[in-house]
């Protein structure tokens, strides 16, 4: 039984007659269909996987294809360049889907290049300092027992040990080794506000792990005026925000970009996001990994003094 389709006879792959052929061999034969004809073919032939008709059309339909001048093939080769030239890599001038070797070596060695730039600026700076604080912990409430702050030529503007009105666990103290006796007769972080904005005072401030210790310095401000002033605040989400008192403050200063970011671009210690997207630009399908401290003595005014250090060995040439 033969299968109709819009009036048509319908051929499996391989049954169509040798005279009736499809529109792709016809271009492999060179010839193409006469005006009129597009619309009037002569059978389909019923193609897989996508289970489409394609119609198939008789010689006679067609004419011969001629052959190209040699102003169709200049303007034919001219297309295909600016085709390329569109969609090909500007690294390695090919077309490639997501990044290519070239590419990424080209990132890091920019980002190198900027963060050994924004180590010679700090560094160059008589106003640049570098902050630093020992805690009870790296949660959230953590308390600050310890802060720093020396000039990059290696003034001590401030060295103190904080009392933080609560025990220091014992797993903090096998870190850094400050122990409740050692900060029981120290100053609390209000009797330092003072001393302490006056260190930072004008000064550009670098630390290592900006975020952590930023919030460590929101904590104790909320505490300090919180006891002086009422914070007026509405509650954002359930959760009150710390006191505008304590955000002023921070505001504020001038606070660098992250050494510990910036190093860790220096370094150029790419790890991948395997859940990125390939058609992603590079940068957001993976980020540099951060790099602890070398030399750190987990006390704070030596890890000042690694942080300039680090400064000064990213001033090198890359």
């Not at 505001?251 to 997207?277: F, I, L, P, V």
Request: aromatic share 8%; proline share 6%.
């Amino acid at each position: 039984m033969t299968v109709i389709y819009q009036e048509l006879p319908v051929y499996s792959t391989g049954s169509a007659p040798a005279e009736l052929l499809t529109r792709a061999q016809l271009g492999a034969a060179r010839r193409r269909l006469r005006p009129g004809q597009k619309s009037r073919p002569r059978a389909w032939l019923y193609c897989m996987p996508r289970h489409h008709h394609a119609p198939l059309y008789a010689l006679e339909q067609t004419t011969a294809q001629p052959e190209p001048t040699s102003a169709q093939l200049a303007a034919l080769t001219a297309g295909r360049q600016s085709w390329w030239k569109q969609r090909a890599c500007a690294h390695c001038d090919e077309i490639h889907k997501g990044w290519c070797d070239q590419e990424m070596f080209a990132m890091l060695r920019q980002d190198r290049e900027a963060a050994s730039e924004w180590a010679r600026r700090v560094i160059g700076d008589p106003t640049s300092v570098v902050l630093d604080t020992e805690t009870t912990g790296l949660h959230d409430g953590a308390r600050i027992v310890e802060i720093a702050v020396l000039g990059v030529d290696g003034e001590v503007l401030l060295d103190s040990l904080v009392n933080p009105g609560v025990p220091i666990p014992a797993e903090a103290t096998r870190i850094h080794g400050i122990t409740d006796h050692m900060v029981q007769a120290a100053p609390n972080f209000s009797d330092l506000l003072v001393p302490l904005t006056e260190a930072l005072h004008g000064r550009k401030v670098v630390i290592y792990n900006q975020q952590f210790d930023k919030r460590r310095l929101a904590v104790e401000l909320h505490r300090h005026y919180r006891t002086r002033f009422v914070n007026l605040e509405k509650p954002r989400c359930g959760r009150r925000r710390i006191h505008p008192a304590a955000r002023a403050w921070l505001a504020a200063q001038s606070w660098e970009a992250c050494a510990m970011e910036s190093y860790a671009e220096w370094c150029g210690d790419w790890t991948w996001d395997y859940e990125a997207r390939d058609d992603e630009p590079l940068y957001r399908q993976g980020d540099y990994k951060w790099q602890p401290l070398p030399s750190a003595g987990h006390r704070a005014a030596d890890d000042c003094r690694a942080v300039i250090h680090v400064l000064k060995e990213m001033t090198g040439s890359a």
